[in-house]
């Protein structure tokens, strides 16, 4: 029921038809994977994101497939593989509980992962657990396969993350950041206490300790295995998204690409379903943004427009978001200080009352249409609105919109 | 501590104290902060602050003894690991337990509950010692997992309305003759041990499953718990928060009232 609902709001027809599929023929996903060259993308935040980077990489050597849509269950991975012609290459979403599963059926060539921490904590109890979850899936996969398994893309900034990927037999390590560390202070080996640095961690009781990274990234370029530097400029804004360009740039050169030809695939990719781009909502321009837990609104607050600037956050709590808003009170919002805040969404209530206690200026406007028109009312009406919604906010805002 | 740094509290508040402060403190929110429960320490502080009352908000992070001159310690939800640490670094010198004996307010959420009472499990099943600060005993859950809307009516005598929250916990409370609940349930499951209560009370130690935070849907609870320390409090304007608890109290009783699952919930909620 809750994998039905969440995926009904993210696929169209085409995973409709990936259930169907998968209900005729279970092995499916591993049938339709055979022969090609897969990279499975996984983590809390930044997946869609790094998939869709990577999908404009790879597709620069040839036919890709890739479920673009987000829809990263298996059902929307058939869906994604059957309407791609087969051999080929493949840059596949998947959620991070499904994981294991996605990864015995693909036998990917390049597993990403890029970070965890709390999201849905009705749905996925621990980030602890999940870590473990996936070592024992890459030990697993690296114990069978004559190849060694995956090779995994991973980020060296995150504790969860390394100890996962300490599991594979091969690792490339990516120093991606963590904007988020406070689902990673205690040890995932010992249960010690994490320290971090700026630039490092360690586990001041055990040794466990962020590895060297092969490939760093900073605001100007991307320095490679070999210590080439490589400068790259987005379309997407925020280094977080630079981050997950260097995760797709690595994962695309372990294909046999090249990193710089990768990367100036991805310079124009400048919408991601539908985040990040503007579209105009009851005819007011409004840039669409994607938030849907603490590690993510660290990385919002990067390049939101300054303030006196109104910014809408749009909170829902159904099923795919999570039914608990409470990870509200875990993100900063007294950064967005010295502007007004338009809170809307059916849990527009919690965030009022977050922001009262925040000392934050806001208005509750229940329908999200009038909330973005108040917004703009509210603010300098030259500019486009910065929208923040949480998953069904943005899917139900996404609706509404029309291209700008 | 830089902002965004490990341990860092994610809401940086600076709060001015006088020599008369109120201390709020908030234990291990880099252990027991999981469900936004942090939120309560703020809460309190806010309220005071508004008041005009002098207020200094702590956050006791893990690794460093917990001040033992507080005036209200506020714990939070968290993974079982986590939950094992923050109970083994409280037990050296009990600092709660001393500044309790000197008339200090406790809110424990979820784990932090559960670390007050004499006993809670281990992911595994496995018994592991508490605080003892309240008369209460924790072992693990063998059904489903309490998730969701809970829903309160407070024991009388603590003159509160309905309480709202959501719960999220593998462990199953009962409550000891020493302790009396902090109310009992009419939606959700609560303390899980048939007898249908949820949280439980001790002097001025309160403990609860419900997250949301807590105080951020019940002020009156948050009144409660500041005026056992700073004595009578003028009124604030709470309409807000009334509307989110009117709003949560809707979303929860209205769907029972014609759900045909609503008798039996209840009646093995208050078995």
């Known amino acids: ?404 | 501590m830089p902002e965004g740094a490990a341990g860092a509290a994610p809401w940086p508040v600076s709060l001015r104290r006088g020599d008369s402060a109120v201390r709020v403190v908030v234990v291990h929110p880099d252990l027991l902060g999981t469900y936004g429960d942090g939120g309560n320490g703020l809460i309190l502080a806010r309220r005071l602050q508004w008041r005009g009352l002098p207020v200094e908000l702590i956050q006791a992070m893990s690794g460093s003894p917990v001040p033992g001159s507080g005036d209200v310690y506020c714990l939070g939800g968290g993974e079982d690991a986590a939950q094992h640490r923050a109970a083994a670094e409280l037990a050296d010198g009990n600092p709660l337990g001393q500044a309790v004996d000197n008339g200090a307010a406790v809110l424990a959420v979820c784990a932090g509950f559960q670390v007050l009472g004499h006993r809670y499990p281990s992911a595994d099943g496995q018994e592991r010692d508490g605080l003892g600060l309240l008369d209460i005993d924790t072992r693990k859950g063998t059904g489903r997992r309490p998730v969701g809307e809970l829903v309160v009516t407070p024991s009388p005598g603590l003159g509160l309305p309905q309480l709202t929250g959501y719960e999220n916990h593998g462990g199953l409370t009962t409550l000891g003759p020493g302790a009396r609940p902090l109310g009992r349930v009419d939606a959700g499951i609560g303390n899980g041990g048939g007898d249908g209560s949820e949280g439980a009370v001790v002097g001025r130690v309160i403990g609860t499953y419900m997250h949301g935070p807590v105080l951020a849907r019940n002020p009156a609870l948050a009144d409660l718990i500041l005026s056992s320390v700073v004595g009578k409090l003028d009124p604030l304007d709470d309409s807000e928060a009334d509307s989110l608890r009117a709003e949560r109290l809707q979303a929860v009783t209205i769907p029972r009232r014609n759900g045909r699952w609503r008798w039996t919930d209840r009646l093995t909620s208050r078995r």
């Open chain 1, 1 to 404: 029921m809750g994998r039905a609902s969440r995926l009904a709001g993210r696929g169209g027809g085409g995973v409709i038809g990936g259930r169907v599929t998968l209900l005729v023929d279970p092995d499916a996903l591993a049938r339709l994977a055979a022969g090609r060259r897969s990279v499975l993308i996984s983590g809390t935040n930044g997946k869609t994101t790094t998939t869709r980077l990577l999908a404009a990489a790879l597709a620069t050597a040839g036919p890709t497939a890739t479920n673009s849509g987000g829809a990263n269950l298996p059902y929307g991975l058939v869906a994604a593989l059957s309407s791609a012609p087969p051999g080929g290459l493949a840059a596949l979403e998947v959620d991070e509980a499904y994981l294991g599963q996605v990864a015995e059926a693909v036998r990917p060539e390049v597993v990403c992962l890029l970070n965890l921490s709390r999201d849905q904590l009705d749905r996925i109890n621990e980030v602890r657990m999940l870590a473990g979850r996936w070592r024992q899936v890459l030990e697993g996969a690296s114990g069978e396969a004559a190849a060694g398994g995956p090779v995994v893309v991973a980020n060296a900034d995150d504790p969860m993350v390394v100890w996962a990927a300490s599991g594979a037999a091969r690792v490339v390590w990516v120093g991606a950041g963590l904007s988020w560390r406070l689902d990673a202070t205690g040890c995932p080996r010992c249960e010690g206490r994490i320290q971090f640095t700026d630039t490092a961690w360690s586990c001041g009781d055990c040794g466990f300790a962020r590895p060297d990274a092969d490939v760093s990234v900073d605001e100007i370029a991307l320095t490679d295995r070999s210590g080439r530097r490589h400068p790259f400029t987005l379309s997407l804004p925020g280094q977080c998204n630079r981050s997950n360009a260097a995760m797709a740039a690595a994962a695309a050169s372990l294909l046999g690409g090249d990193e710089a030809r990768a990367l100036t695939a991805m310079e124009p990719v400048a919408d991601v379903t539908g985040r990040y781009g503007v579209v105009r909502v009851g005819g007011v321009p409004a840039r669409m943004l994607l938030s849907k837990n603490p590690a993510g609104w660290m990385e919002i607050f990067d390049f939101l427009r300054p303030a006196p600037a109104p910014v809408v956050v749009a909170i829902n709590s159904r099923i795919a978001d999570g039914r608990d808003p409470s990870w509200l009170w875990d993100v900063p919002f007294e950064r967005l200080a010295d502007r007004q805040v338009v809170a809307t969404g059916e849990r527009c209530r919690d965030m009022a009352v977050r922001l009262r206690y925040a000392e934050v200026d806001h208005v509750m406007v229940e329908d999200a249409v009038a909330a973005v028109a108040e917004a703009h009312r509210l603010g300098d009406r030259s500019a486009s609105v910065d929208v923040v919604a949480n998953y069904t906010a943005f899917q139900g805002l996404r609706r509404l919109a029309v291209d700008a």
